[in-house]
């Protein structure tokens, strides 16, 4: 695990209109761990991840990546720092195989009209095989008869195989069966010990507790706490997302 941190968010804040959503934010991910990042509703959690995946930029403060001053003004400059980030929703075609999904709007031609099928099967084999993903009966089915923790898998292991260096996972448990949630938790756990840098969002103490290396607690739009998950337990993780001191009122945006 490296002490360096890959990304590092220095004093990040995001207002939409008179509400302030984040208020002066310090957040790190280091390779090799899992940063659980917890709150309850309205905490911050996903304005803060889609600051770092662009699709919010930040209004104040400061990202490094990889120790250099970086800006993040849309998903494609995220995209080209290696941070990818798998949602709820998982953006997945049902309609289309698990190779098709893996390299949609990436599709690798042996000819300027012609899809090179087998040298992406090869591709998507080899990298379900990394992960230990071994519940797909084939690469070739459609995605809409997979099992919700099959379509994680697969939204997951198409983040790494595009050379990911920071995978954010938005709730990849939620609505999953014991059986499921379990094969995803190992999952996370492999890509942080493969060398990624992985941001876990969840609600889920368990299971946040099963596979994070450290939890960062928002409230209220700022940060209360940051544990090391084998130094704490869920009864002070549970008071900081209810109780954590704020450093000022939230709410509210202070205009300048």
Known sequence: MSTQPILELKSVSKNFGAVRALSNVDFQARVGEVMALVGDNGAGKTTLIKGIAGIYPFDHGEIFFDGKKVSIHNPRDSVALGIDVVYQDLALVDNLDVVANMFLGRETTSSPWLLDETSMEKACLKIL????????????????????????????????????????????????????????????????????????????????????????????????????????????????????????????????
């Open 129 to 256: 095989e990394s992960l230990s993903v071994t519940s797909l009966h084939s690469v070739r089915q459609a995605v809409v008869g997979l099992s919700g923790g099959q379509r994680q898998a697969i939204s997951v292991a198409k983040a790494v195989m595009w050379n990911s260096r920071l995978v954010i996972l938005d709730e990849p448990t939620a609505a999953l069966g014991m059986a499921q949630t379990r094969h995803v938790l190992d999952l996370v756990r492999r890509l942080a010990d493969q060398g990624l840098a992985v941001i876990l969002v969840s609600h889920n103490l368990h299971n946040i507790f099963e596979v994070a290396d450290r939890i960062t607690v928002l409230r209220l739009g700022q940060k209360v706490a940051e544990f090391v998950a084998a130094h704490t337990t869920q009864q002070e993780v549970v008071h900081a997302i209810t109780a954590g001191t704020l450093s000022h009122l939230a709410g509210m945006a202070v205009e300048k």
